[in-house]
Structure formats: structure tokens, C-alpha cells
């Protein structure tokens, strides 16, 4: 029971990502800030740490232009 919890948020987040209707889902890694998914193909950058840091203040500073991002 000691990972009860984890198991359950786990288990809400991949029915949020689609769930048995979406089997293939969004994939690992999948990064969401904001409500917006980092469109797949820059997931071999979220390793880059200064990369994915300017990523992430971009999306701060500019939402509006990540919001029509392909989900």
C-alpha cells in the first residue's frame, strides 16, 4: 500500500492521456506545462536541460503561440 497513491495518479493520468480508447497514447517521455503538451518531436530535447529551460519560459512568455500545438 506504500505506492498506493502513486499508482492512482498514474492510473488518472493515462485515462486523461486517452486511456484503452488511445492505447498508443502520447508516449515517454511526454512533457505538459500549462495544460499544453510539448508536441512529440521535440521529446529527444527534454534531456537538454538549457534547451527544455528556454522551452519553458518561451511557453511562459509566449502562450497564445503554443496553444494551437498539435496534442
Not at 492505447?23 to 499544453?36: D, K, L
Not at 529551460?53 to 500545438?69: C, F, K, N, T, Y
Request: proline letters at 8%; zero cysteines; charged letters at 25%.
Amino acid at each position: 500500500m506504500k505506492y498506493r497513491s502513486f499508482v492512482t495518479a498514474s492510473e488518472k493520468a493515462y485515462e486523461r492521456a486517452g486511456g484503452a480508447k488511445e492505447p498508443r497514447g502520447p508516449g515517454t517521455p511526454t512533457a505538459v506545462t500549462n495544460g499544453i503538451r510539448i508536441p512529440a518531436r521535440y521529446n529527444g530535447l527534454l534531456f537538454d536541460s538549457d534547451w527544455f529551460a528556454g522551452l519553458l519560459r518561451q511557453i511562459h512568455d509566449e502562450p497564445r503561440v503554443w496553444e494551437g500545438s498539435p496534442l
